[in-house]
């Protein structure tokens, strides 16, 4: 449910006072293996209005079903659990950001099948296709995507793009010719910015891995993430060249290739809604649409304003889509109140009670789409469910050397011309652990 690696870093004093006051487990004894009653902890690694949220449903939930729910918000969640892990102080159940930290506490044995706990048959009929692999480990399903996110999102200003014709594109070559035509009469096709402090750089493997999806499917993209394709394979390099030629050519991006690096990605897409707007394009993640990052006057007439597509595929019937988001997985595999809960945070009856928020998604395809309170949250909802394939964001599955190390830093280096794509991806390759 956090707002992807942007929300990495973005702390306040006052969560923090409150965490260390004892937000947080301990780790006593009713946490997870041993504990039988009904009063259970959930951890998690989103905090702020998303955790009041949050809090608010489930509880209204728990109380209605005999169960005690110790909600342990932490923005440091990766740490923590890793920690209460290796001590044996586990919650009961925690939601897990990253599929590679899931994967690697499943492999220790600590985390439930959850094939006995959850009705699989459901499972399989209403989530997006891919979405319950990114909880699997050697073909087990350790964690479910509770909350997701999408990053196949193309924004635009939606009564500047009409006036000017501007359709939609059904395809990946009818995007390509879309962004010619728009520049052909003068103006920029896209907006670009990959600037976000330490994190500087996702945006651009976002962007990668997109067209790695898109070009090859998958079954490819899953095996690149994996390292079983090079890093510096032929197929990546081939998507270095899509984006030279569709964001960084002259022309093709407000303020030009070398404004990208220092260009911030929240608000790089402002210039849109200017007269004449800076740009006609924005390729981001749903989250964008929430406050904080696009002007105020926009969101608050955001139906109206915001226009949003999907990166189209390589055809008309094919729909892949890029995302992330927060898996449950289960601990106490014994505990009848945490299995209880299991099955509610992976039901659509949570799925509707969370879709009012705004900020939530579901990647259950038989959550009311009616329910999510903007025409746009509903685009995304809809994107999400008619997606032909979801693969969970590559660089939160990589090693951290590589997915927050090196595949950040080399493609800052590529975009602001200090290295050539080629270089850039050997030295991600080389970089990759032995």
């Not at 670009?192 to 999806?213: C, K, S, Y």
Request: aromatic share 10%; charged share 20%.
């Amino acid at each position: 449910m956090r707002i992807r690696s942007a929300g990495r870093f973005a702390v306040t004093a006052g969560a923090v006072a409150l965490l260390t006051a004892g937000c947080l487990s301990s780790g006593s004894s009713s946490g997870g293996g041993g504990n039988t009653s009904n009063s259970i902890e959930l951890m998690y690694g989103f905090t702020g209005n998303q955790d009041k949220d949050f809090q608010k449903v489930v509880k209204a939930w728990a109380d209605k079903n005999d169960v005690t729910i110790k909600f342990s918000p932490t923005p440091d969640f990766n740490n923590l659990i890793n920690t209460k892990v290796a001590g044996n102080q586990l919650p009961d159940i925690a939601f897990f950001p990253q599929p590679g930290i899931m994967a690697s506490i499943a492999k220790q044995g600590k985390l439930a099948d959850l094939s006995s706990v959850l009705d699989t048959a459901d499972l399989k009929a209403n989530f997006v296709p891919g979405a319950l692999e990114a909880g699997q480990v050697d073909g087990k399903q350790y964690a479910v995507l509770a909350s997701a996110n999408i990053k196949s999102i193309v924004y635009y200003p939606k009564k500047a793009a009409q006036a000017a014709g501007v359709a939609a594109p059904q395809t990946l070559d009818e995007l390509m010719a879309l962004s010619q035509k728009i520049k052909a009469t003068g103006a920029t096709p896209w907006c670009f910015g990959i600037e976000n402090g330490p994190a500087t750089g996702w945006p651009a493997t976002d962007w990668v891995e997109n067209l790695m999806l898109i070009d090859y499917g998958s079954d490819v993209y899953n095996q690149w993430v994996q390292h079983k394709i090079a890093f510096n394979d032929p197929k990546v390099l081939a998507v270095t060249d899509q984006i030279d030629k569709l964001l960084l050519a002259d022309g093709q991006t407000n303020g030009g290739r070398k404004a990208i690096a220092s260009n911030n990605f929240g608000t790089a897409g402002n210039v849109m809604f200017n007269t004449p707007p800076g740009c006609y394009m924005y390729r981001q993640g749903n989250f964008l649409a929430q406050p904080g990052f696009f002007p105020k006057n926009v969101l608050a007439d955001l139906d109206n304003q915001l226009g949003v597509f999907p990166m189209p595929g390589k055809t008309a019937d094919s729909h892949p889509v890029l995302g992330g988001g927060d898996m449950a997985g289960l601990f106490s595999a014994d505990n009848d109140a945490a299995k209880k809960t299991m099955k509610y945070l992976s039901s659509a009856e949570f799925g509707n009670s969370m879709a009012p928020l705004g900020w939530y998604l579901s990647a259950r395809k038989d959550v009311d789409a009616s329910k999510y309170p903007s025409k746009t949250a509903q685009q995304f909802a809809d994107i999400t469910s008619k997606g032909t394939e979801f693969v969970f964001d590559g660089s939160d599955q990589m090693p951290g050397a590589v997915g927050s190390g090196s595949f950040w830093k080399e493609m800052v280096a590529w975009i602001s011309g200090q290295e050539t794509a080629k270089q850039a991806l050997d030295n991600i390759e080389a970089s990759w652990p032995k």
